[in-house]
């Protein structure tokens, strides 16, 4: 076992490197004959090892690409062409299937748009909160990772906004989110099938939870658990777009963006004012 084990991983290795070196997409057909391998084996050795085929990996590669070229101000057409793609469509499906955006909608990245930023104590710990006129944008719990990592996370979501520190201009709805004092107003920034995944998270009563398969059929996409998980893990808005209610159909609690012991706490939270109240 541990000579096969040690043979699969240099043959895995090769196939990287010959991925990693080509100027575009490798087929399953290629990748196997340069390993020896049947098509067959060679896909199920690699998902083993790598975690995902041959062509999900690629696809991975492709995206991270085709991200900094956005980024770097190419057209959606120059980018798909770079990436080996056959046109904007493809690059269009490409981020749909893995970011629940656009390709348009991922470069724009929040150009334009004035937030305001503060600090605030909350029953879990420091918060960074963001909003616009319009409301809270961001809320991300730094009591787990810091800070700095809060600050960098929300931030990284719409590198071309501009960023003021103004507490006094989020307080009131802040206020509202955590005292039950007035209205919290949601501003809420990103693709529409992600906002149609928040919008079905903000249906789920406090102190209940659901699946990301409840979920998928909430919203019309019964096959699209996996980009309803993603899009659930994207979510800005800690607590009041409240993805700590999603939950693995198994049952288990899965990951948290903000920390499994943040997740923990907010639904322990949730559950014990519920019954409170009955």
Known sequence: MEQENSYHYQVMRRAIETIDAASGPVSLADLARDMQMSAAHFQRVFTAW???SPKR???YLQLDHA???????FTTLETADCVGLSGSGRLHDLFLRWESMTPGEFA???AGLAVSWGWFDTPFGPAL???TSKGICGLAFAAEDGKQAAMDDLTARWPQATYTENPSALRPWVD?????KGEACLHMIGAPFQLKVWEALLSIPSGQVTTYSEIAQAIGKPKAVRAVG???GKNPVGFLIPCHRAL????DLGRYHWGLPVKRALLAWESARAESAA
């Not at 991200?67 to 101000?73: F, G, M, P």
């Not at 509202?176 to 039950?180: I, N, R, S, T, V």
């Open 50 to 52: 790598v975690g995902v």
């Open 57 to 59: 990996y690629q696809q």
């Open 67 to 73: 991200k900094t070229l956005l980024r770097d101000r």
């Open 108 to 110: 724009r990245a929040g």
């Open 129 to 131: 909160v963001m909003g």
């Open 176 to 180: 509202a989110a955590f005292a039950a």
């Open 230 to 232: 993603t899009a659930v």
């Open 248 to 251: 693995r159909k198994s049952g």
